[in-house]
Structure formats: structure tokens, C-alpha cells
């Protein structure tokens, strides 16, 4: 017999007036969502904390779950999707070169090994980027390129000083360069570190954007230094450029190789190809790491260099078993031609203004809790002043995807293609989201694991 409405405990009344007023309330307990969840976990290693949906399906700047819900996407992966989920000519791709060749190994030759390593230094140079580009290492991600480019780094020390002095590398607080021991080595967070150290010998760390203090920290014995033009997972810090100056004229003196990560930062994602690109020539990289919109979802990293970095790596001096197959190659020749078109590039800077108007209205209207907006292009940060969890899963369960870094930092990576419309449809949900986060009355449950890394005390 059917228990009347009135009966109803008063939690499972509140839960029932909630779905029926949000459009996309997280999966409860006894959802189809849930049951493959149950199945699955027992299975996999515990090494994120995942909100309740399952996505299931991906187009253009949408996501749908399980139970069929649409979300409006701010993340793009974490700024991986730049031409957004499931582009068709990506698809296409995909299929044509499945059926014709995929894997090989480097032990031979295949066409589009190369022809995407000319085409990133050809467009990296004709967009005033990295003037002395040369020769490019395709791996499979972001931490290998940088694994890559510390290991270029520490020959190029070797061979400049043969007594093995010149072997320091040095990195930033706020940095995140990956999790192997090399790229985590380079990533100073004492929480991520402790558990597997002693992390690799020979690295140092100084404060971001820390002009007097880039003399004594990078020395005769440092081989290396690696910084992100703009700090992602750190709270889309922005380096100065007479900070990125100040470290390149040091590098100069000491014999030093200056490596830009710009795993999150580059591809077009501040409306330029690379982020360093607004620089001069003088302060350009002797090396450049590159992932994530690279392969636009599909696994691949590069780590670029100057002709006087790629003579001191001889053969089996470094390797990869995946990196350069055929098929990322050929996904990414494509993924790097359209986006180093200047017409994404501009379209690109118009929308973060477009964003960035919204967040003036938004500081606005929350002047307590919106202290600082930073980024450039469409990696942007809005800083508050309190834990930004509760909006977070305000605003999934109003079909709005957005994710976190740094201390208390709401980070905004769309995919490229995002149109204005979608712009004001996502920041008209972060309105309301914010606006019900931050009542008293509602109290929204915050969400975990909505970063690569969370910082201390998250």
C-alpha cells in the first residue's frame, strides 16, 4: 500500500523536493549510476575521490551521465578537450588511421612521427613563439614530457660540466609538473612528496615570481630550471615577464637550460599558440613541454628543444615504447593545425573577456567571498575567500561542470570552442549556485577530488 506523502520521513521529503527542483541532483543510492559503481570499485586502485555522477557520453562543450543528464562543461578534462568532446573530424581521424596502422614501436620509421614534430616547431616559430625550436620528443603525457626535458636538462650539464657539478634542477612553489619521481621531484608539495620519498637529489625550490631572488637560487651548479608561464593546478598563478626575464638572463650566465611547462598553459589557451609567446625573443625556452589539448583527449606529450639542446641527446640516450605511434601523431598533426588557427586564437581572447565580464558582475554581487579574478584567455582562476566545494556540487546539480586549485580557487578551462551563449548559460548556474552555496539556509555538502592535487589541508 502506497505510503501518503505526509507520512514521509522529513529527510526523504527534503530529498524529494530537492530532485524535483534541481535539473541534475547527483545519482542517489539506489540509481543505476550507483549499483555500477558498487561493482566497480572493489576493483580499482583508491587514487581519486570522484563525485557521484558516471559520464557516459560527450558533444561539443556537453557531457551526459548515466541517468541520461546534461552538463555544460568548464573543465574540457582539465583543459584537455580545447576543441571539445568528440569532434568529428578527431572521430574520423581515429577510425581512418585505426584501420590502417597504429602501433609499430620506434624501431621504425612511420610518417606521422615527423610530420608532426615539423609542423609544431614550424608553427611555434611563425607565432613568434620559441624562436630557436628545432627537433621535438612525442611521448604520452604531460609528465613525460617533463620527465624528458629534466633528463635533457641533466645531459646538457653533463656535457657543459663533465664533473657533474652542474646538475641541479630548480622549480617553484605552487608548481605542479606531473607524479612520476622525476616530474613529482620537480613539484614541491610536501603532502604529495612525503609519502614516496626521498624524492630524486638535486632539486630546489623558490617563490614564484620572486625576481631578487632568482640570483642566489639559480646558481653554477643548477642545469635546469622549469616554471609554468602560468601556474594551473597552483592557483592559475601568472608569472610576470620581467620574472620570466629575470630567469632566462640567469640561466644565460650560469649555463643554465630554462624550460617552459606549458602543458596546461599553451595549445591557443590564452589566445596565442604559447603562453610565453607575448615575451621577447630574449626571454624565450631552450625547452617547451607540451600534453593535455595536444591529443584532445587522446594520450600524447611533446617536449620541444633548440638545436644546441637536441646535439647533446645522442641515441639511447632517452626512449618511449608508445610515443610517436602513428595513430596520436596523426590526431595530434590535426588537433595542432586547428588550433594555431588565428581565428580560434582570437576567438579565444573575446571569450575570456566575455567571462570575465561575468566574474565583474559576480564580484559584484559577492564582494565578501570574490577577491581576485587571474588568467589569461580561457585559463582563468576566480579567487575566493572560503572553501569553493559547496558551489561546486551546487552547480553539478544544476548541470554545470567547474573544478578547483590552488587554496580556494575556482579554475575555469572550457573547451576553445565555447560560444558566447554557452559562456552566459554557465555563468547564469554559477549565479545561482554561488547564490545557494553561500545561504545558510541551504547547507550544500562540499565535493572532493575536483583537482589534480589538492592543496594542504583539503
Known amino acids: 500500500m502506497a505510503v501518503p506523502c505526509e507520512s514521509q520521513p522529513e529527510k526523504t521529503m527534503n530529498d524529494i523536493s530537492k530532485e524535483a527542483l534541481l535539473p541534475t541532483p547527483d545519482p542517489p543510492a539506489d540509481s543505476a549510476t550507483a549499483a555500477i559503481i558498487a561493482a566497480h570499485t572493489p576493483y580499482m586502485v583508491a587514487t581519486y575521490v570522484r563525485p557521484p555522477p558516471m559520464m557516459v557520453k560527450g558533444e561539443g562543450c556537453y557531457l551526459w551521465d548515466v541517468e541520461n ?36 614501436s620506434n624501431l621504425y620509421h612511420n610518417p606521422w612521427t615527423g610530420e608532426l614534430s615539423k609542423l609544431m616547431v614550424n608553427k611555434t616559430r611563425e607565432s613568434g613563439s620559441m624562436h630557436q625550436a628545432s627537433k621535438v620528443f612525442i611521448c604520452n603525457s604531460g609528465s613525460e614530457a617533463n620527465e624528458a626535458a629534466i633528463k635533457f636538462a641533466r645531459k646538457v650539464g653533463k656535457i657543459r660540466q663533465p664533473s657533474g657539478e652542474q646538475h641541479e634542477i630548480v622549480s617553484f612553489n605552487g608548481s ?57 593546478e597552483g592557483g592559475v598563478n601568472v ?5 620570466l626575464q629575470a630567469l632566462r638572463d640567469r640561466c644565460n650566465e650560469v649555463g643554465a ?17 604559447w603562453a610565453h609567446q607575448i615575451l621577447p625573443h630574449s626571454a624565450h625556452p631552450d625547452i617547451l613541454t607540451t600534453a593535455k589539448a595536444l591529443g584532445n583527449g587522446f594520450p600524447i606529450g611533446a617536449t620541444m628543444v633548440t638545436e644546441e639542446v637536441a646535439k647533446c641527446v645522442v641515441t639511447g640516450d632517452h626512449g618511449t615504447t608508445f610515443g610517436g605511434n602513428p595513430l596520436a601523431c596523426r590526431l595530434a ?62 552547480a553539478r546539480e544544476r548541470g554545470l561542470l ?42 550544500v555538502n562540499g565535493a572532493k577530488g575536483q583537482q589534480e592535487m589538492a592543496p594542504e589541508g583539503r
Do not use: W
Request: proline share 6%.
Open 257 to 273: 637550460v630554462l624550460i617552459y611547462d606549458e602543458i596546461q598553459c599553451g595549445l591557443s589557451r590564452t589566445g596565442q599558440l
Open 402 to 443: 567547474i573544478i578547483t586549485c590552488g587554496t580556494n580557487t575556482l579554475r575555469f578551462v572550457p573547451p576553445l570552442i565555447i560560444s558566447h551563449g554557452e559562456i552566459e548559460e554557465g555563468l547564469g548556474i554559477l549565479e545561482q549556485a554561488m547564490e545557494v552555496a553561500l545561504s545558510p539556509r541551504e547547507g
Open 239 to 243: 608569472a610576470t615577464p620581467s620574472f
Open 69 to 104: 543528464r546534461r552538463y555544460l562543461d568548464f573543465t574540457a578534462g582539465i583543459a584537455v578537450n580545447a576543441l571539445g568532446h568528440c569532434d568529428l573530424e578527431m572521430s574520423k581521424l581515429i577510425g581512418q588511421q585505426s584501420r590502417t596502422l597504429i602501433h609499430t
Open 333 to 394: 598533426h590535426y588537433i595542432v593545425s586547428r588550433l594555431s588557427e588565428s581565428e580560434l586564437q582570437k576567438s579565444v581572447t573575446e571569450k575570456g573577456e566575455g567571462f570575465r565580464s561575468g566574474f565583474r558582475r559576480l564580484q559584484k554581487r559577492f564582494p565578501e567571498v570574490i577577491s581576485e579574478v587571474r588568467g589569461r584567455g580561457l585559463i582563468l582562476g576566480l579567487q575566493l575567500t572560503q572553501d569553493p566545494s559547496p558551489i561546486v556540487t551546487a
Open 176 to 232: 605542479f609538473h606531473g607524479r612520476t619521481m622525476g616530474s613529482l621531484s620537480a613539484t614541491p608539495n610536501p603532502k604529495y612528496q612525503k609519502p614516496f620519498g626521498p624524492m630524486i637529489p638535486g632539486f630546489k625550490y623558490g617563490a614564484y615570481n620572486d625576481e631578487a631572488g632568482v640570483k642566489e637560487l639559480v646558481t653554477e651548479k643548477t642545469c635546469g630550471v622549469i616554471v609554468e608561464p602560468i601556474q594551473g
